[in-house]
């Protein structure tokens, strides 16, 4: 009867092993696809950030993360309804690299999210000021499975609890049905727009202790053709 | 022997399967959302901010003395006109529910601004842009611009006001606080639900 019991067990645990192998290396879990805008023909306005809290103007969660605030004295959002929320202030920088704004960007784990289907997902907004030509509300669903999966698993796995290589890929998973954020124009040049955007990570090294240590992220904004010297007054001065 | 051992191999792989299958892995705490129906339709519902207690940021040029302690506003002239803040959001009950962002914008070619996000996590998200001249030396008001899940397909106004507070006996009371109310309509729909089915 034990030495039942015991078989009974390890089979438990074997199959229980199998199926978490099985759910992490699933074949059919969302993979890196190519950014529906890379293949646009309309005009498009790159905005990249450092994803580094110590890079941004504030950093703030619950403070009990991996990702410590930044400043040390910032309010950290402790209460129950914004406790899995993270908001990052950061400045934005045109595709030459200048300063072009600033952008907050807003982060909740998602309720949608779904191992099984490879989706670790967080319902993101994001308003982007840029004051030489408008105003921006982006709002996406991130998918970060592959984030987790090929760079934060693989960082508890290394003996230097640490990760380092080349990663890029899209974090943007809807909610428009190629994978793209959703976004409306505020003030300014951007007034009445209504367009799509992907956002992508770009790291190259990451840390159990401190989370992200090198990591850029890049907002791609397609202006949708409202004429052609409307979309032309919108790109990058 | 071998028998059992299979037979918990595979109980091992569909339970496992079906734990990550039915068990929610993210579950939002939800506040009771504290909706009044508006006379003419839709609703209203009012959101606070108490100052300075739920100011968690204030980000400007002239700023004196940055919030938090050590921020480091960047310089420059594209950031001039700028007044960034970032508040944790109350509901009527005076429960913190979100978190919110206040952006005002001075601009000679496209005229000055202000602008809000609300970010509830457990409902959604919505914009709203606003002139900063009041309509009544007291409220201004904006229009909504975007909303997400909840406030997906709404459409309305959002009113901000100063409270100041008035009450000197309490040295702990905040100096007043901003309100925020909100007054939705959801999208008209041709065709009634029962005709649907």
Do not use: C
Not at chain 1, 14 to 30: D, Q
Not at chain 1, 180 to 187: D, H, L, M
Not at chain 2, 140 to 168: I, K, Y
Not at chain 2, 181 to 194: C, K, M, W
Request: hydrophobic share 40%; aromatic share 8%; charged share 20%.
């Amino acid at each position: 009867m034990i030495r039942h019991l015991i078989a009974l067990i390890m089979g438990l645990v074997l199959g229980a092993m199998a199926a978490s192998a099985l759910l992490f290396y699933n074949p059919l879990a969302a993979q890196n696809p190519l950014s529906p805008l890379s293949v646009s023909d309309q005009e498009i306005i790159s905005l990249g950030y450092s994803a580094v809290a110590e890079d941004a103007i504030v950093f703030t969660n619950d403070g009990e993360s991996r990702v410590r605030p930044y400043p040390v004295g910032v309010q950290q959002l402790w209460e129950a309804p914004i406790r899995r929320t993270n908001v990052l202030v950061t400045v934005l920088s045109d595709s030459r690299n200048n300063p072009a704004g600033i952008g907050i960007k807003y982060m909740s784990d998602s309720e949608q999210t779904r191992i099984i289907n490879g989706e670790a997902l967080v319902d993101s907004a994001w308003h982007i000021v840029l004051p030489a030509r408008g105003s921006l509300f982006v709002s996406e669903s991130e998918n970060y499975w592959n984030f987790l999966r090929q760079i934060v698993v693989p960082a508890y796995w290394n003996s230097g609890d640490s990760w380092k290589g080349t990663w890029h890929g899209n974090t943007t998973a809807g909610p428009g049905s190629l994978g793209t954020a959703r976004v409306t124009g505020g003030y300014g040049k951007f007034a009445g727009l209504e367009s799509v955007a992907v956002e992508s990570i770009s790291a190259r090294a990451y840390s159990v202790a401190a989370g992200p240590v090198a990591m850029e992220g890049r907002l791609t904004i397609e202006i949708a053709a409202r004429g052609e010297s409307q979309a032309a007054e919108l790109m990058v001065e | 022997m071998f028998k059992t051992l299979i037979f918990g191999f595979l109980l091992g792989i569909v339970g496992t399967i079906a734990a990550v299958y039915y068990l929610p892995v993210v579950d939002q705490h939800r506040e009771s959302s504290i909706i009044a129906v508006a006379t003419n339709g839709g609703n209203t519902e009012s959101f606070y901010m108490k100052i300075p207690m739920d100011r968690i940021m204030v980000g400007a040029s002239s700023q004196a003395e940055p919030l938090p302690q050590g921020m480091e506003w960047p310089a420059g002239e594209v950031f001039t006109g700028l007044r960034a803040e970032l508040f944790k959001v109350r509901n009527s009950d005076e429960t913190v529910i979100g978190v919110a962002s206040r952006v005002a914008s001075e601009s000679k070619d496209f005229g000055d601004t202000i602008e809000w996000v609300v970010h509830l996590p457990a409902r959604g998200s919505f914009y709203v842009s606003m002139p900063p001249e009041s309509v009544d030396g007291v409220h201004r008001v904006g229009t909504l611009q975007a909303g997400t899940r909840e406030f997906g397909p709404m459409h309305g106004r959002v009113s901000e006001r100063w409270v100041a507070n008035t009450d000197d006996d309490d040295e702990d009371a905040p100096d007043g606080r901003i309100e925020l109310v909100t007054s939705f309509v959801g999208e008209f729909a041709d065709v009634l639900p029962e005709e649907t089915s």
